[in-house]
């Protein structure tokens, strides 16, 4: 009989010990479950992310609200003087163009229509000066300016760079909101971009993409001396969106939106912008001197290939070669001679035309530049004084 008892007693005490043993692995286990969900919470966020790579947010609201309340629609038109000015002009030139010209709806009709259009801009300071493309303005003498909390004011037009196809105008508005600006040379292709604007007449739409490209040229300005380095992004642009903003990530401007390549007149895959570093020297000079103070290397130049790299025995596949020098210019003085090919400005790569267009833009006018040539097979620095022309 108590080897009965003592047969039960001990099953008893060793089924207490299974079950707080079964509680106690029930109690990890759980423990690991919660661990595991919010480790693969956070990896969903985050996979993909190089190691030391800058993670991007969950969402892009904090860097749109920020963006949003510095992006302007603009209403651009053109005055009954202005278009009749433009008419005379017109008929100066041709004078049986008038009786073609699309301001016609008959021969009776001898009043021109006047032209007016919309776009977007970015404010530039708090007290009031605002970018934006020179398509969106340059026609006009009118322009009325929307801000973000549906305030409608006057703003004059303060000057204009239509070879890189900036403008600047002017509102009377103090603690406007302004944006930090980011360094669009140190931007890589990969990295996430918003672009803020007015497409459409749709106010204040945010659209994101990433940076697919930089330093193209499009050949879509059409003056001489144009400075095209744009920023191609796949964030989605329309008409309207022109001078709107580009910014990063965090909210910092990028660029100016600027132009789309489409043959429909929409978006059709990618959009084009100007870089701020660009832009932030020509609209400092508009401001301060009504228009920009040009830095000039004085060269013609093109675009290093692999045919004309065999062609010469070169042993590089990239960079800008200089065809001629201008006589009495900035690098003819400095002991640059054609032939030369230019692979870097300040310690930075160069490899095409619009990525050295975009450098020397960006410089002032008195700057010493470095300048890194590849001559007879060697690389050599050269300090070049910029003049103005």
Request: hydrophobic share 40%.
């Amino acid at each position: 009989m108590k080897q009965l008892l003592s047969l039960i007693a001990a099953g008893i005490i060793g089924g207490l010990i299974t079950l707080g043993g079964f509680q106690l692995l029930l109690e990890k286990n759980t423990t690991l479950h919660n661990d595991s969900s919010h480790f693969s919470k956070k990896i969903k966020k985050e996979v993909n992310v190089p190691a030391g790579a800058k993670i991007a947010p969950f969402d892009f609201a904090d860097a749109a609200d920020i963006a949003k309340q510095s992006v302007v629609h603009i209403r651009a038109a053109e005055s009954q003087d202005l278009a009749q000015q433009r008419r005379q002009n017109q008929q100066n030139n041709d004078p049986f163009g008038g009786f073609f010209d699309s301001d016609f709806f008959s021969p009776f009709d001898f009043v021109p229509r006047q032209k007016e259009g919309t776009g977007s801009g970015v404010i530039y300071s708090r007290d009031g000066y605002i970018v934006t493309n020179n398509h969106v303005i340059g026609f006009a003498d009118e322009v009325e300016v929307t801000l973000y909390d549906n305030r409608t004011v006057a703003a004059k037009i303060v000057g204009t760079y239509p070879a890189a196809d900036l403008a600047v105008v002017k509102i009377e508005e103090d603690n406007l909101p302004v944006l930090d600006h980011a360094d669009s040379d140190a931007a890589r292709v990969g990295e996430w971009v918003l672009a803020v604007g007015n497409p459409l007449e749709l106010n204040s739409t945010v659209t994101a993409g990433i940076i697919s490209a930089k330093g193209r040229n499009l050949d879509i300005i059409q003056e001489h001396d144009r400075i095209e380095s744009f920023i191609q992004t796949d964030a989605v642009v329309n008409p309207g969106n022109s001078g709107g903003a580009l910014v990063d990530a965090q909210g910092n401007l990028l660029g100016i939106n600027t132009a789309i390549k489409t043959q429909t007149g929409f978006y059709a895959g990618y959009s084009f912008a100007i870089p701020v570093n660009l832009m932030k020297k020509i609209v400092d000079d508009i401001i301060e001197h009504g228009d920009y103070q040009r830095a000039y290397l004085g060269i013609n130049i093109f675009d290093l290939d692999n045919d004309y790299a065999v062609e010469m025995g070169l042993d590089l596949s990239q960079g800008v070669v200089i065809d001629e020098l201008v006589n009495g210019g900035s690098a003819q003085y400095a002991g640059l001679l054609p032939g030369d090919v230019i692979v870097g400005v300040n310690n930075k790569e160069v490899r095409n035309v619009p990525e050295l267009q975009e450098l020397i833009g960006s410089a002032k006018v008195g700057d010493t530049i470095s300048i890194m040539i590849y001559r007879n097979g060697k690389t050599k620095e050269i300090p070049v004084y910029l003049k103005n022309g």
